[in-house]
C-alpha cells in the first residue's frame, strides 16, 4: 500500500512547513475511459503522476470486475494506490461485506455519494443515525466512514442546512466529510470556515474550479473547469485544508469544455505539480 502522503519536490514550495498531499482522482471522472479499458487508463493515470485512486459502484463494481487482491496489484503495478471508493446504496449486511473486502486490501475510506434533496430536515437526522452506524462498521474493520455533499445539503430545508444538521447529528469519531469544493463555493458557502469550524471532520476533498463566468442558470453543464483556470484558490484550500486534518485530494472534473476526460486529468495534474 502506497503511503497516504507523499513527499513532492515539485510542490513543496506552495506547502511550506506540511506534509505535501498525494496527488488523486475520482475514476468517475474517467468513467468511459475505465469502461472501455481499465488496465490502460489505469496505466496513464500513474504515468500522468497520480498515485492514489478513489473509485465509485460502476457496473463493474468498484474493483472493475477484479477481486479486491486483483485489482489492488494492478493499481500497485502502475505505481497507484486505491484508499476511497464511493458505494451504491446498500442494506447495513451488504456494507458490511464491502467493508470487509476493502479493508482485506488496506483502502482507508467507504464514502456515501449521494442522499439527494428531502422534503423534511427530519430526513437527514435519519440519515445521520444511519451514518453512524456504517462508520461503527468501518471502524471495527479498520476503516473510515465518509460522507460526500452535493448541491443540496448547503440549501435551506425547514430553516436549516442540511450539511449543519449531518455534521451534528453524526459522530466525529466514526463519520468523516468529503468536501468537493466545487459545490461549497457554487452554493455560497464558506469552504474555509465549514474547515475551521469543523476541524478534523472534513478528512477528503474533490477538486475542480469554478468558471469565472458562470454559465446560465438550468444549463445542461455544470460552471466547472480545471483546476487554475476559475475563481477558486486553491494554495489557500490545501492550507486550510491541510491545517485543519484533511489527508485525501481527489481531481474530478465534471465538464470537459473541448478537451477530453483523460486530456483534463493530464491538465490537472500538472497544475498539482505546478503549484
Given at each position: 500500500m502506497l503511503a497516504a502522503l507523499s513527499a513532492s519536490p515539485v510542490m513543496a514550495g506552495a506547502f511550506t512547513g506540511r506534509v505535501v498531499p498525494a496527488r488523486g482522482i475520482q475514476l468517475y471522472m474517467v468513467k468511459e475511459d475505465m469502461e472501455r479499458d481499465p488496465i490502460g487508463t489505469l496505466k496513464l493515470l500513474g504515468a500522468m503522476g497520480y498515485t492514489q485512486l478513489e473509485s465509485y459502484?460502476?457496473?463493474?463494481?468498484?474493483?472493475?470486475?477484479?477481486?479486491?487482491?486483483?485489482?489492488?496489484?494492478?493499481?500497485?503495478?502502475?505505481?497507484?494506490?486505491?484508499?476511497?471508493?464511493?458505494?451504491?446504496?446498500?442494506?447495513l449486511v451488504d456494507f458490511?461485506?464491502?467493508t470487509v473486502q476493502a479493508a482485506g486490501i488496506g483502502m482507508k475510506?467507504?464514502?456515501?455519494?449521494?442522499?439527494?434533496?428531502?422534503?423534511?430536515?427530519d430526513a437527514f437526522k435519519v440519515f445521520a443515525d444511519d451514518f453512524n452506524k456504517r462508520g461503527a462498521i468501518c471502524h471495527r474493520h479498520g476503516l473510515r466512514f465518509g460522507y460526500h455533499?452535493?448541491?443540496y445539503p448547503?440549501?435551506?430545508?425547514?430553516?436549516?442546512?442540511?450539511?449543519?444538521?449531518?455534521?451534528?447529528?453524526?459522530?466525529?469519531?466514526?463519520?468523516?466529510?468529503?468536501?468537493?469544493?466545487?459545490y461549497a463555493v457554487t452554493e455560497g458557502a464558506d469552504p474555509y470556515a465549514y474547515m475551521r469550524q469543523h476541524k478534523g471532520r472534513f478528512k477528503l476533498a474533490h477538486l475542480r474550479d469554478v468558471l469565472k463566468q458562470r454559465l446560465p442558470a438550468g444549463s445542461q453543464e455544470?460552471?466547472?473547469?480545471?483546476?487554475?483556470?476559475?475563481?477558486?484558490?486553491?494554495?489557500k484550500f490545501f492550507a486550510t485544508g491541510l491545517d485543519t486534518g484533511m489527508r485525501y485530494f481527489f481531481v474530478e472534473q465534471s465538464r470537459f469544455f473541448h478537451e477530453t476526460p483523460?486530456?483534463?486529468?493530464?491538465?490537472?495534474?500538472?497544475y498539482l505539480k505546478g503549484m
Open positions: 459502484g460502476s457496473d463493474k463494481g468498484i474493483f472493475w470486475g477484479k477481486s479486491p487482491a486483483e485489482f489492488k496489484k494492478l493499481a500497485n503495478g502502475f505505481g497507484l494506490s486505491l484508499v476511497s471508493t464511493h458505494y451504491n446504496p446498500c442494506n458490511e461485506k464491502l475510506y467507504l464514502v456515501c455519494p449521494w442522499l439527494g434533496p428531502q422534503k423534511s430536515v455533499p452535493h448541491d448547503y440549501k435551506p430545508v425547514d430553516g436549516q442546512l442540511p450539511i449543519d444538521v449531518l455534521l451534528a447529528g453524526t459522530d466525529k469519531a466514526l463519520v468523516d466529510f468529503q468536501m468537493d469544493v466545487y455544470e460552471s466547472a473547469c480545471d483546476m487554475g483556470e476559475g475563481i477558486i484558490d486553491f494554495k483523460l486530456q483534463s486529468a493530464r491538465k490537472n495534474v500538472a
